[in-house]
């Protein structure tokens, strides 16, 4: 079974661009989730969802959006990008929620 | 306070050697205990997931979890270099699932 797949998985951009990343999740998951991994801060949550509803959130700014299509398939989206925002940007799915997560390679986003 | 604690390192080894990682949290209602492995580079992998107090084993790797003193540990046999690596503990109490800031791992020959 093919894992999870991150797209693209290189980006560079400048502050107040936007971005958008792309996941898809290990077939037959419905959950997905968004994490931010810096060497300071660990894996950071941003959100969840499920069934094309998000059912979670962490504390990150409204700049940071996501969305889950009807094949399970998620993307998020962060706005008028700031140099902090320079990350490793992590997706993981699961077959229900909260449950074991698979992640995959993420997307390694530089902001110039 | 974070509610789970895992001791950056990084921690370096001779090949063969047993490796003790641990978290710590303060969250009783964390049911599920994971840890995964991260190589540089890649998405974490999962190694080792838990429900109950005790241990469990696989292989070289053993998973240890302390309900009482709220403690967890991940035991790795006969270290290998290919083990080096960050290791992130992560627990859930269904509501949302929390992960430790990694241990970093280096085992030399």
């Known amino acids: 079974k093919a894992g999870v797949t991150q797209t693209p998985r290189y980006l560079i951009k400048t502050r107040g661009q936007q971005v958008t990343l792309s996941c898809s999740p290990i077939?037959?998951?419905?959950?997905v989730s968004w994490y931010q991994q810096t060497p300071g801060q660990g894996l950071q949550f941003l959100f969840e969802y499920f069934s094309e509803t998000q059912r979670n959130k962490g504390n990150f700014p409204g700049r940071f959006s996501g969305r889950q299509f009807s094949n399970s398939r998620s993307e998020m989206n962060v706005s008028t990008l700031e140099l902090g925002d320079s990350a490793l940007y992590l997706c993981a799915s699961s077959l229900h929620e909260q449950e074991t997560q698979y992640f995959g390679p993420g997307t390694r986003l530089l902001v110039l | 306070q974070k509610e789970v604690e895992q001791d950056p390192g990084p921690l370096s080894v001779p090949e063969g050697a047993i490796v003790s990682l641990n978290c710590t949290y303060s969250?009783?209602?964390?049911?599920?205990f994971m840890w995964y492995r991260q190589y540089s580079r890649k998405g974490p992998e999962l190694l080792m997931y838990?429900?109950?107090?005790g241990n469990k084993e696989d292989g070289r790797f053993t998973a240890q979890v302390d309900k009482s003193s709220k403690y967890i540990s991940l035991f790795i046999r006969d270290s290998q270099p290919s083990d080096s690596a960050t290791y992130l503990c992560?627990?859930?109490?269904?509501?949302?699932?929390?992960f430790g800031t990694g241990t970093r791992l280096q085992v030399f020959p």
């Open positions: 992560a627990m859930t109490d269904t509501d949302k699932l929390i």
């Open positions: 969250n009783s209602a964390f049911q599920y």
């Open positions: 838990t429900y109950s107090s």
């Open positions: 077939s037959g998951h419905r959950s």
